[in-house]
């Protein structure tokens, strides 16, 4: 079993040690998410419907209506780009994580960085969907677990510039093969923290982001070492002392 306790406090040593500042990175990650799914939520009329569902009689701000009338081929687009976007930002988060844990000073640029891969980020990231959703469609739970299956596919995809994404999608399967219920666990300690941050408007989530991400890597960089499943940094490549990987998984 994973040392969950030591891995967070590994996180935050590695967040307070990083040559650049980790919570700044966090805030311009989450302003420019934010204001993407913004622009998404307002052109598609999704805060129309909520106000109304709220009280039917509530007047609708004009710049509200004058966004939701934008014509509908031009509310797709942004609707299908805009998380496209996201998930292009989001490797750059984890670029940016992957690289102060090796110690390496990963400047602010480093989160449009996922944009030199973003034709592998985004196929991934529409295959991981799909396969989600076919899970999903047997019941809630067949869902949830495909997602902690494939939680590594895009740290394996980034850190191997060789791999295809079918091939992370793989390689996340077998390096999370009897780890999902760690996985979840983990998620849960967190729930404090998610909480927290949605009673702050995400003001929190400039600190809940970054302590989530490094521990998330940790996990990630932990299990790879313990397996023997995929390739590690020259840093972190050391005598294998864990357990025997074909024995039984915990």
């Known amino acids: 079993m994973i040392d ?13 040690g990083a040559r650049s500042s980790p919570w700044v990175f966090a805030l311009v990650f989450l302003l420019i998410t934010g204001s993407l799914t913004l622009l998404n939520d307002v052109t598609s009329g999704a805060w129309i419907t909520s106000l109304r569902r709220l009280d039917p009689d509530l007047p609708v701000p004009d710049f509200l209506l004058r966004a939701a009338s934008i014509p509908p081929l031009a509310a797709t687009f942004i609707g299908v780009i805009v998380p496209l976007i996201n998930s292009v930002l989001g490797a750059g988060q984890i670029l940016y994580h992957l690289g102060i844990r090796s110690g390496r000073e990963m400047p602010l640029s480093t989160l449009f960085e996922g944009f030199n891969q973003a034709g592998r980020v985004i196929v991934l990231a529409l295959l991981q969907t799909v396969l989600i959703t076919l899970w999903s469609f047997l019941f809630i739970i067949p869902g949830i677990v495909a997602a902690y299956r494939y939680r590594f596919a895009l740290y394996d995809l980034l850190e191997d510039p060789s791999l295809r994404p079918l091939e992370a999608l793989r390689m996340s399967s077998a390096q999370t093969y009897g780890y999902k219920a760690e996985l979840f666990l983990l998620d849960l300690s967190f729930l404090g923290w998610f909480l927290l941050s949605a009673l702050t408007l995400n003001l929190a989530s400039v600190w809940v982001t970054p302590y989530y991400e490094q521990t998330q890597v940790g996990y990630f960089r932990t299990i790879k070492r313990t397996k023997r499943i995929g390739a ?12 025997d990987p074909f024995g039984p998984s915990v």
């Open 4 to 16: 969950r306790r030591q891995l967070k406090l590994e996180a935050r040593d590695i967040l307070r």
């Open 232 to 243: 590690l940094p020259p840093e972190e490549r050391r005598p294998y002392d864990g357990p």
